[in-house]
């Protein structure tokens, strides 16, 4: 199975790596030539250098045969628009976009792709772990 | 009077924006950049809203729920414009939006999900340059992408099959029809007894995808390059 990483960040290059592990097929695609540090001295895997919107860029990564298309730039816009592109136009099975803001992950949560929101996920944890038996 | 939100404060924003005040629209504009916002509150006044465009609260601030007319995302960047656009007319049932395209490249993207009209200022130099550029092409002058529609502009060649002919004699593409002919300066809307001449300048309607079916017809076999 092969996995798309578009925006290889803390969360972009970790998963990269994760899913490496677990036997995918990982191509990881940044911005910056520095993201390539971040996965690692000996990176197996395919890196592209290009902006997520840039589509010749995503078809030199292999969108059109990807599994799995994980969309984690540091842009709440971008990446919105690139997990529409890998839905819509190369109609990946699999799509999941991280979102910060929680309103526009939740405007998004329903159109065949998984919106993560880091942002939703820490106040539900900070949230249950204060109101955890504490009293007010 | 429309309610218009521009979004996005650089050149092209606050140009739009007092174009609209002029004509006596109501306006409000929002910039995320502290320095331009100060400049356009001081040319603006309560019209100049400060914040992220793309965030819900700085939309819903700038009055879209009331709901806005006409929502214009002309910010710098492309994905921000679309992400706006998308958020207008999907979320506040905004009717009508236009978003502008700083590369052309993303225009693929615009057209995918459905965000029209967009404007180019790249893609409007390509046409004015195309125009002034003596080639027997097609030049597209505008295009109706709701519609589906495309004006074109050409001049008929020498050796074309047009030349000479009148337009009903013209086995024109389905998809097409000639709108006017232009000869010595003097335009004429075409029908089926208007007669073309080479160096004619003829405008016509089509459907995208009949390009080179009008154009050999109206230029003439491809020039051996």
């Known amino acids: 199975m092969k996995a798309l990483i578009v925006g290889c960040g803390r969360v972009g290059s970790a998963l990269a790596k994760r899913l490496h592990g677990a036997g995918w097929e990982v191509v990881a695609v940044d911005e910056t030539e520095d993201a390539l540090e971040r996965l690692g001295e000996r990176w197996p895997g395919e890196f592209h250098v290009g902006h997520g919107l840039d589509t010749a860029v995503l078809e030199a990564a292999g969108i059109a045969s990807a599994d799995l298309v994980i969309v984690a730039t540091d842009g709440d816009n971008t990446n919105l628009v690139v997990a529409q592109v890998a839905k819509l136009r190369y109609e990946v099975p699999r799509v999941a976009v991280r979102v910060q803001d929680p309103a526009r992950a939740a405007f998004y949560s329903d159109r065949g792709f998984d919106v993560v929101s880091p942002t939703t996920s820490a106040i539900e944890a900070l949230a249950a772990l204060a109101l955890d038996g504490s009293e007010p | ?225």
């Not at chain 2, 140009?15 to 400049?39: A, N, P």
């Not at chain 2, 099959?161 to 004429?188: C, F, H, N, W, Y």
Request: aromatic fraction near 2%; hydrophobic fraction near 40%; include cysteine.
């Open chain 2, 1 to 225: 009077m429309s309610f218009v939100i521009v979004v996005g404060g650089g050149q092209v924003g606050s140009s739009v924006t007092r174009k609209l005040l002029e004509l006596g629209h109501e306006v409000v504009i929002v910039e995320q950049r502290r320095d331009r916002y100060l400049t356009l509150d001081e040319e603006f006044g309560h019209r100049a809203q400060a914040g992220d465009g793309t965030e819900l609260s700085v939309l819903e601030n700038a009055g879209i729920k009331r709901p806005a007319d006409i929502v214009v995302a002309v910010t710098g960047d492309d994905e921000d414009n679309l992400i706006i656009c998308q958020l207008a007319r999907e979320l506040y049932g905004v009717a009508k939006v236009v978003a502008r395209v700083n590369d052309p490249r993303n225009q693929a993207h615009f057209d995918l999900l459905g965000i029209a009209p967009t404007v180019s200022a790249t893609k409007m130099v390509m046409a004015l340059v195309q125009h002034e550029m003596p080639e027997h092409e097609l030049v597209q002058l505008v295009q109706l992408r709701r519609e589906n529609l495309e004006i074109v502009e050409v001049e008929v060649g020498d050796s074309a099959a047009a030349a000479g002919k009148r337009v009903e004699q013209l086995r024109l593409p389905e998809t097409s029809r000639l709108i006017s002919v232009m000869r010595d300066g003097k335009a004429e809307i075409a029908v089926g007894s208007t007669e073309l001449r080479a160096g004619d300048q003829v405008l016509a309607i089509l459907q995208p995808g009949g390009e080179e079916e009008l154009r050999t017809l109206l230029v003439g076999e491809k020039k051996k390059t």
